[in-house]
């Protein structure tokens, strides 16, 4: 039976606006904290300020229905909930080398001093192992009248495709270490369990760990992919054939097997320093968990070191990278290879003149960035001879092969293998 609850989010990135939607569309009643002023103007007009498949829709239909309510103020928005989500940003440091936790002890604070209630806490924010122990810590010290439980609960949302990822979820963790927190999770989370969607309990370590261990055992599938395609690409093996044949090995599986120019995003990079900076601290000596972000460095590294031959082997000095997100179907620029490919080439060619086009993301390049952002992509295609596609965007996909009659194309998502048959047209681990 659906139990309504009252919910505060603290947050409204990627996790904490599509958590909140989701939770208000099954009609708990939900309260979105943020302390950008601008983001909860926006909101509140119904104006979703981040680009998500399905987001925009839920944001007017649950402002509407009222399911939702935006604000910067913590003490009304704490007013009388049952459960408190922090879903703040915990952005790599490259100091520390590991994730910066200012936001999510600061998001603590303000909580602690604003409620007037007893409740759970709820952690979602990707932390570190063993935060949950100092934010215990931290609640212990503030000896509040009230009680307070706390529970993990990591996010699996994919961008691009994060409304989905919530709504039907492969699974949902839970880290409590008692019954309120428990039943109080389980109640929220009541409409979305099923059979292909359950959820699990576990301790807080445990839900911490998870999270780790699958962004990075994913991230490793992908560097594994990367570095059997620079095998291929050697032998004269195509590396598509041997994705699918792999995938077709239930054991294996058939996702995150598609070669690529690297992983990219605010996740697995971080993550995967993350889990390799806590194995070190626990005096642990993990090679495959050390390396897997070096491994994906290395693919960067070595696809912009071909490029670079290719512009020596041609004399030329420009060309046309097509797609500057981290993966299609998200603005998202953060850890983006086709940027750190830029960066590299521009690094070693001082008069290298690149463009650069995305259909979404181009408005997060600073101006100051030695590119030139193409308006007009049949334009610049007709203007470079070189042009890599570095993004699989769908609309790359769809262009007629005509227009790439006389240029060299480097292919590294495998978008355009309809070229196959031009004697210039490179595809990462087949040709290239
Ligand atoms: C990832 C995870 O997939 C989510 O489950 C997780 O919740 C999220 O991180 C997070 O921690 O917040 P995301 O970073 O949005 O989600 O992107 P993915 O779709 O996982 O892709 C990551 C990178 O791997 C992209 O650069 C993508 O192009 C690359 N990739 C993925 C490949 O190169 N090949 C593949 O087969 C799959």
Redesign the pocket.
């Given at each position: 039976m659906f139990v309504k609850k009252n919910i505060a989010i603290i947050g409204s990135g990627y996790v904490g606006l599509v958590s909140a939607l989701c939770f208000a569309d099954m009609g708990h009643n939900v309260t979105a904290i943020d302390k950008d002023t601008d983001k909860i103007a926006k909101l509140n007009k119904a104006i979703s300020p981040i680009y998500e498949a399905g987001l925009e829709n839920l944001l007017k239909k649950n402002l509407a229905n009222k399911n939702i309510s935006f604000t910067t103020n913590f003490a009304e928005g704490l007013k009388n909930k049952d459960a408190c989500f922090i879903a703040v940003g915990t952005p790599y440091d490259e100091k520390t080398q590991t994730s910066n936790l200012s936001y999510l002890f600061s998001a603590l604070d303000d909580i602690l001093n604003n409620i007037s209630n007893d409740i759970v806490i709820i952690n979602k924010s990707?932390v570190p192992l063993g935060t949950a122990e100092l934010i215990k810590q931290k609640i212990e010290d503030y000896k509040t009248k009230y009680k307070i439980y706390l529970a993990s609960n990591p996010?699996?949302?994919?961008?691009g495709r994060a409304v989905k990822d919530f709504q039907f979820p492969m699974r949902i963790i839970i880290g409590i270490e008692d019954e309120i927190s428990e039943k109080l999770l389980k109640d929220i989370y009541r409409p979305f369990i099923n059979e292909s969607s359950p959820i699990i309990s576990t301790n807080i370590a445990s839900a911490e760990l998870i999270k780790y261990a699958s962004?990075s055992f994913?991230a490793l599938k992908?560097s594994f992919i990367n570095e059997i395609a620079q095998i291929a690409t050697k032998t004269g093996a195509n590396i598509e054939d041997i994705s699918y044949s792999m995938g077709l090995d239930e054991r294996i599986g058939d996702k995150?097997?598609?070669s690529?120019p690297g992983?990219?995003?605010?996740?697995?990079p971080k993550?995967t320093i993350s889990l390799a900076h806590s194995a070190k601290e626990l005096s642990l000596d993990l090679p495959i968990i050390k390396n897997i972000n070096f491994s994906n460095n290395l693919t960067v590294k070595n696809i912009a070191d071909k490029i670079d031959l290719l512009l020596q082997q041609y004399n030329m000095s420009d060309l046309l990278v097509m797609g500057a997100a981290?993966?299609a179907g998200t603005d998202d620029i953060r850890d983006s290879?086709p940027l750190k490919i830029i960066s590299y080439l521009q690094e070693k060619r001082k008069n290298i003149n690149i463009e650069i086009h995305d259909p979404f993301a181009l408005k997060h390049i600073a101006e100051n960035v030695n590119l030139k952002k193409s308006q007009d992509l049949k334009k610049s295609i007709k203007d470079h001879k070189l042009i890599i596609i570095a993004t699989e965007w769908r609309e790359y996909q769809e262009l007629s092969s005509e227009l790439f009659l006389d240029k060299i194309v480097i292919d590294l998502r495998g978008v355009l293998r309809k070229l196959a048959n031009n004697k210039n047209y490179f595809q990462l681990g087949v040709n290239f």
């Amino acid at each position: 039976m659906f139990v309504k609850k009252n919910i505060a989010i603290i947050g409204s990135g990627y996790v904490g606006l599509v958590s909140a939607l989701c939770f208000a569309d099954m009609g708990h009643n939900v309260t979105a904290i943020d302390k950008d002023t601008d983001k909860i103007a926006k909101l509140n007009k119904a104006i979703s300020p981040i680009y998500e498949a399905g987001l925009e829709n839920l944001l007017k239909k649950n402002l509407a229905n009222k399911n939702i309510s935006f604000t910067t103020n913590f003490a009304e928005g704490l007013k009388n909930k049952d459960a408190c989500f922090i879903a703040v940003g915990t952005p790599y440091d490259e100091k520390t080398q590991t994730s910066n936790l200012s936001y999510l002890f600061s998001a603590l604070d303000d909580i602690l001093n604003n409620i007037s209630n007893d409740i759970v806490i709820i952690n979602k924010s990707t932390v570190p192992l063993g935060t949950a122990e100092l934010i215990k810590q931290k609640i212990e010290d503030y000896k509040t009248k009230y009680k307070i439980y706390l529970a993990s609960n990591p996010e699996f949302l994919s961008q691009g495709r994060a409304v989905k990822d919530f709504q039907f979820p492969m699974r949902i963790i839970i880290g409590i270490e008692d019954e309120i927190s428990e039943k109080l999770l389980k109640d929220i989370y009541r409409p979305f369990i099923n059979e292909s969607s359950p959820i699990i309990s576990t301790n807080i370590a445990s839900a911490e760990l998870i999270k780790y261990a699958s962004n990075s055992f994913l991230a490793l599938k992908v560097s594994f992919i990367n570095e059997i395609a620079q095998i291929a690409t050697k032998t004269g093996a195509n590396i598509e054939d041997i994705s699918y044949s792999m995938g077709l090995d239930e054991r294996i599986g058939d996702k995150f097997l598609k070669s690529g120019p690297g992983y990219g995003g605010s996740c697995f990079p971080k993550d995967t320093i993350s889990l390799a900076h806590s194995a070190k601290e626990l005096s642990l000596d993990l090679p495959i968990i050390k390396n897997i972000n070096f491994s994906n460095n290395l693919t960067v590294k070595n696809i912009a070191d071909k490029i670079d031959l290719l512009l020596q082997q041609y004399n030329m000095s420009d060309l046309l990278v097509m797609g500057a997100a981290f993966k299609a179907g998200t603005d998202d620029i953060r850890d983006s290879q086709p940027l750190k490919i830029i960066s590299y080439l521009q690094e070693k060619r001082k008069n290298i003149n690149i463009e650069i086009h995305d259909p979404f993301a181009l408005k997060h390049i600073a101006e100051n960035v030695n590119l030139k952002k193409s308006q007009d992509l049949k334009k610049s295609i007709k203007d470079h001879k070189l042009i890599i596609i570095a993004t699989e965007w769908r609309e790359y996909q769809e262009l007629s092969s005509e227009l790439f009659l006389d240029k060299i194309v480097i292919d590294l998502r495998g978008v355009l293998r309809k070229l196959a048959n031009n004697k210039n047209y490179f595809q990462l681990g087949v040709n290239f």
